[in-house]
């Protein structure tokens, strides 16, 4: 285990986890003083009546919501976030309860933040350290198994009137408590389930590998990958597996423990690019670039890539893989981990970013893009704590390999 | 027990230590400004960025610092160490002196002090990448590469940077910093 000189690491956020996680609501919210809570959610989960199991679980001890917002998009937005602080004013609320993917949990820390510090402009909290006090109770409800934002102290909210999206970064983002139930993800569709479980596992691979990787954040890392490994190929076969469901559902919160304290690399830098320039969702971006961020990578960072096989494939495969085998071992692990998820899911889980289609059947990702891509990502930060350098001609190498889904010819990466 | 006849514990000034950052912010202040004229790489970032674009970098919490900036007819100018009442767009803060010394003694990258969260950045994200490209091209000018190497995630090949273009650059960068 690398011990570095220095290292930091926080994660404040009481988490509850079980079958009926829910049923603690009420108690969870009387410990830490709230009696007037707004749910904040999408159509999508309310449809699915997700938060009827959450109304459900609070009706038990008499307590009820003072307001429920339902209309959060798909990409947050920073009117919906201002809407939603001005119904919370209005009803008088004292606390958040949020139920939903990132999207629905980034628009939540963003109210949170205007309710708690009475502003109305959310841009003069943008960037990392300018929410500088503890804001009002903040219960996290994930309902899919991939963000972990649920325990990330950062939030990002686009304002589509200027076309810009804005970071924010704070300790005090963090929620108060995180309520893990294996009801909240029980109806994500298969295609759904394998790309957010993807998702999780890129942010504990790229923690344990990447040049912020600590001791406290391994732990967690590892457990997650463990969990992954274990579970996803399984739940995307059979939905209804709820232990299987709750698994996934802890290993994105282990991975949102990991990634929020030792950062994400290369895969996720190229990501945000696609999902810029292309539209792409996230956890398919994470998906199809994985195996490519370990074998640019692996040149540095061998011991720690090939560490990954025994949580991957267990004990008895990396007992039996030489050492010097291991790194090659574990990437070809997740190319058959994305192959075996094509298949449950009918081909419809893609596996390169040719394959990438919306639901017109339209090529989400044309060759043509990519030079765009490439200069996007030379403007994301994520490249920061990637083990190696890129240029623009390296991103287009790594971008034409995951195109056409060869594997990276790792004699053409530059080694300084 | 009259606590005023203990007397007020004061933090160590580390004056060595910060003529030292102090002497190596100035150094690296003159070369960015000499590389934006020398190397076109280096000029073609500072085009990409706003025109009002000024980078504050110092230590938290009382300096030294130093302001580079682009002027209303877009040359990239060393501002100097003082806070002339400047509006940076970009800060990088060192969090302390000894966070500092690592970085500039070369024992951390800006890649591992970023890592540690010994250096944070405020302002726009897109900007901080390009002034840490900036930043890289101009330690492989000023320093020789044993110690470059130990700053930079990766030094820079031939095909990246042919030796004509590193030696006849870190001459004329040399030159350009230290004359007036």
Redesign the interface.
Known sequence: MQLPAYYEFCNSVKTIVGHKALEQIPQSLKAINAQRPMIITDKGVEQAGLIKIVQAAMQKSKLKAAALFDNVPADSDVKVVNEVAKIYRAKKCDSIIAVGGGSVLDTAKGANILVSENATDLLQFVGYGNVKRKLRPFVAVPTTAGTGSEVTSVAVIANHEKNIKMAFGSLFLLPDIAIIDSRMTKTLPPTITAFTGMDALTHAVEAYFCLAKNPLSDTTALAAIQLIAQNLVNVVKKPSDLDGRLALALASNLAGMAFSNSMVGLVHNIGHAIGGVCGVPHGVCMNILLPYGLEYNMHKRSQYIGELLYPLAGEEVYNKTQKKERPLKTVEYIRKLIQDLHDATDGKHPRFLKEVYDRSGKQMIPKEKLPDIAKTAMSDPAQFYNPEDLDYNDYIMVLEAAWEGIPLDRKKIKKG | MNALQYPEIKPKKKLIKRIYIAVMLWVVGRAIQAAAKVDSEVKEEFAKLKDNFLLKMWIWPNGPAMYVGKTKDGKVKYLGWKDKGYKPTLTMTIKSVEAAMLLFTFQEGT??S?????L????D??D???L?RIL?IVEVYLLPKIIA?LA??????WS?MNPFRKHFGRILIYVRAFTF
Request: glycine share 4%.
């Open positions: 890649a591992i970023t890592a540690r969260n010994r944070v950045v405020d302002g994200l897109p901080a990448c390009a840490v890289n190497k930079v995630k990766r030094y820079p090949k990246q």
